[in-house]
């Protein structure tokens, strides 16, 4: 995941997802296909306490289901369609399990899991699951709960965390003291991010990780401005200013 220290990462949001159905098995195939070196991905725990890959608390925008994953059971789950609303070549896509992402994405590329419960429950489960899959190198767990990363942090020093905002905060720097803990990275959105808070972040020893960057123009901008990688729901796009500009 650190392999080059001068090489900004790409980062496919939810996979592919400009091009399939975000987080889904068919949009972290294509990711990868198209070079990613990471992947972003968001988690809700089921009713049946699997860690299952979904952006949104409910069904209803993803899959031709509907009602809260968190009520659901995995097996529920597995029954939905997640790719049709997509397009219809996508039909018959379902939502995986992160396990099932684990198996399925190369150990090459790192994985970005975002929380979006913040269930305590999840925070054993979810260093189990790591450890079981030998993925503790190769993972960046974020959220915007802050005190849920903290509780993760503290049981388990050695996993690898990532603060999301979306402010324009006064002082990165000062939230990754006050933190108190190790802070792998930060991942501000990409609007809110001064170009002196990317240097001071990069000195403080964090990787800065802007989200969600579709267009060149910002991507360019962003890679001259120093920043670690960038994550955006077209991996090829940004695979290719990478080949062309900052290589
Ligand atoms: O992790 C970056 C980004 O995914 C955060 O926002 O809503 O796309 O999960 P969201
Ligand atoms: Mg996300």
């Known amino acids: 995941m650190d392999r080059d220290d001068h090489r900004p990462l790409v980062i496919a949001h939810r996979g592919a997802a400009g091009q399939a159905p975000e987080n889904t098995p068919a ?19 089921s009713a049946d306490e699997e860690i299952v890959v979904c952006h949104d608390f409910e069904a209803d925008r993803t899959t031709n289901g509907s009602g809260l994953i968190r009520e659901m059971t995995l097996e529920e789950l597995r029954r939905l369609d997640a790719g ?23 150990s090459s590329v790192g994985i970005n899991i ?22 503790t190198e190769s993972v960046v767990i974020s959220s915007f709960d802050h005190r849920l990363l903290h509780r993760l942090k503290t049981a388990s020093p050695d996993l690898r965390i990532g603060l999301l ?15 108190g803990l190790d802070v792998y990275s930060m991942h501000p959105h990409f609007a809110l991010i001064e170009p002196e808070d990317i240097a001071a972040l990069r000195a403080n020893g964090q990787q800065v990780y802007p989200w969600t960057v579709n267009d060149p123009e910002a991507m360019k901008r962003l890679l001259a401005r120093g920043v670690s990688g960038i994550i955006t729901d077209y991996p090829d796009r940004l695979r290719r200013l990478a080949g062309s500009s900052i290589e």
Not at 84 to 106: C, H, K, N
Request: with cysteine; aromatic share 8%; net charge negative.
């Open 27 to 45: 949009a972290f195939r294509l990711a990868v296909e198209q070079g990613c070196d990471m992947i972003e991905l968001d988690v809700q725990l």
């Open 84 to 106: 049709a609303w997509f397009s219809p070549e996508y039909a018959g896509e379902r939502i995986p399990t992160l396990r099932e992402v684990f198996d399925l994405v190369p």
């Open 114 to 135: 975002e929380l979006k419960c913040s269930d305590n429950r999840i925070i054993h489960l979810l260093s189990s699951l790591i450890r079981a899959c030998g993925r």
């Open 165 to 179: 905002y979306s402010a324009n905060l006064l002082d990165p720097v000062k939230l990754v003291r006050d933190f």
